[in-house]
């Protein structure tokens, strides 16, 4: 079946360590996005990408890192910078070229606990 | 750049009472709108989608919602709503000149029905 996939689906660290998370999707889509999920605030966006090696900060991007070296891939890497890591992220794809009405997909997310 | 505000953060109903979900952005070009489902334990969903034309738009499940440009809102709504109707839900925007498709989300509203 088509789709993205995230893992972990849960994941604990220690303080100060830096945790990589992975999506991967196969529905061909050319932009894949990272989102941060807090309870109350919605999902905030970390980083995106709209083709394989370039990607663009969001509007929470610090203390985070993303590589897009595949078109299918787009690991985030949470740094120890990042100051309050705990949270449930999530990875979405979408197919660019239709316009910004295109719809965008997502995976089933990580939880990340620092303790 | 856009807002997303979602006035009700929790909502209780009973079976087969009426179901609507406010959402008001701010942003002062033209938007394409979204309402994003996340029951538990599963991926973000979409419901429906407004990018022009009738702004009565009709979604997945019964649910419809209205855009109405003057008062920069979006609402949610369902007749009746049922016990799997329980989740949280999301209204999203993102500017119709994104190429990017990123969204901006609301903080979500929290549905429960009591069955």
């Known amino acids: 079946d088509g789709g993205i996939t995230q893992s972990p689906k849960y994941l604990f660290r220690k303080e100060g360590q830096n945790v990589t998370l992975s999506c991967e999707q196969n529905?061909?889509?050319?932009?894949m996005y990272w989102y941060r999920q807090d309870p109350g605030q919605g999902l905030r966006l970390i980083y995106y990408?709209?083709?394989?090696?370039?990607?663009q900060k969001g509007d929470i991007a610090e203390g985070y890192s993303v590589s897009r070296e595949k078109k299918e891939s787009f690991p985030l890497t949470v740094t120890s910078a990042q100051k309050n890591p705990t949270a449930f992220y999530l990875c979405?794809?979408?197919?660019?070229?239709?316009?910004?009405?295109?719809?965008?997909?997502f995976g089933e997310g990580s939880w990340l606990t620092v303790v | 750049a856009q807002s997303v505000s979602q006035h009700n953060h929790h909502v209780i109903l009973s079976e087969a009472a009426s179901l609507e979900l406010g959402c008001n952005y701010s942003?002062?070009?033209?938007?394409?709108l979204f309402w994003y489902v996340q029951y538990p334990g599963q991926h973000l969903q979409l419901l429906l989608k407004?990018?022009?034309?009738?702004?009565l738009v009709k979604g997945i499940k019964g649910f419809e919602a209205e855009f109405i440009k003057s008062k920069f809102s979006f609402n949610l709504r369902k007749p009746s709503v049922q016990w799997s109707d329980t989740a949280e839900y999301f209204c999203?925007?993102?500017?119709?000149?994104?190429?990017?498709?990123?969204?901006?989300f609301g903080g979500g509203t929290r549905l429960m029905v009591k069955p």
């Open positions: 529905l061909n889509h050319d932009a």
């Open positions: 990408s709209q083709i394989v090696n370039d990607f």
């Open positions: 999203a925007v993102n500017a119709a000149n994104n190429a990017g498709n990123m969204l901006t």
């Open positions: 979405a794809s979408t197919q660019t070229g239709g316009g910004p009405g295109n719809t965008i997909y």
């Open positions: 942003y002062g070009g033209t938007v394409n």
């Open positions: 407004y990018f022009s034309g009738d702004p």
